[in-house]
T-cell receptor, first 114, second 113 residues
Framework: AQSVTQLDSQVPVFEEAPVELRCNYS??????LFWYVQYPNQGLQLLLK??????LVESINGFEAEFNKSQTSFHLRKPSVHISDTAEYFCAVSHNNAGNMLTFGGGTRLMVKP | DAGVIQSPRHEVTEMGQEVTLRCKPISGHDYLFWYRQTMMRGLELLIY????????DSGMPEDRFSAKMPNASFSTLKIQPSEPRDSAVYFC???????????FGDGTRLSIL
């Protein structure tokens, strides 16, 4: 069985400040890791994923996440946030025997203030 | 390229009524997923299909819930009879291949009075 914990339900931050959204997982097998973003009244959109290779993965809009196997973490970071980054962010995990069956964390609401 | 299309976007009905949610996956995708999102329980996988065949329905909460995929371009999630605790946002997602990213629809917001 696997589980995902997002330690912060809400993260308020000022525009242009850096942000880190934390994600920890537990699994007895190798995993694949994902971050999804959900804007109001919309479905989830894939932000970035780690399948293998480099432990640092980046998205096209400036977010990055680093897979840390020893700490079982996959924290999401952005050095300078914009108002438009205000959304809910979900960390998810699947294990390599279950393909894309995802287990989601509870979500973190990022609130960017002017 | 059209994304995953769900209908209706909003549904309000009285308890005891039958509710049918609809989903059109992205053309060519061979996996389809139904999720439920609530404040209390977060995002839960209800059931998923591969090539129109249900693979895992262990997340379906009760026998009142059923899902079908009669062809590659259409799926339904039915609740009969509906109860107030079924109120939630229901998402459909599709993907290509076992490790393809999941593409979500905009969801159906269901309110059972």
């Amino acid at each position: 069985a696997q589980s995902v914990t997002q330690l912060d339900s809400q993260v308020p931050v000022f525009e242009e400040a850096p942000v880190e959204l934390r994600c920890n997982y537990s699994s007895s097998v190798s995993v694949y890791l994902f971050w999804y973003v959900q804007y109001p009244n919309q479905g989830l959109q894939l932000l970035l994923k780690y399948l293998s290779g480099s432990t640092l993965v980046e998205s096209i809009n400036g977010f990055e996440a680093e897979f840390n196997k020893s700490q079982t973490s996959f924290h999401l970071r952005k050095p300078s946030v914009h108002i438009s980054d205000t959304a809910e962010y979900f960390c998810a995990v699947s294990h390599n025997n279950a393909g894309n069956m995802l287990t989601f964390g509870g979500g973190t609401r990022l609130m960017v203030k002017p | 390229d059209a994304g995953v299309i769900q209908s209706p976007r909003h549904e309000v009905t009285e308890m005891g009524q039958e509710v049918t949610l609809r989903c059109k996956p992205i053309s060519g995708h061979d996996y389809l997923f139904w999720y439920r999102q609530t404040m209390m329980r977060g995002l839960e996988l209800l059931i998923y299909f591969n090539n129109n065949v249900p693979i895992d329905d262990s997340g379906m909460p009760e026998d009142r819930f059923s899902a079908k995929m009669p062809n590659a371009s259409f799926s339904t999630l039915k609740i009969q009879p509906s109860e107030p605790r079924d109120s939630a946002v229901y998402f459909c997602a599709s993907s290509l291949g076992v490790f393809g990213p999941q593409h979500f629809g905009d969801g159906t917001r269901l309110s059972i009075l």
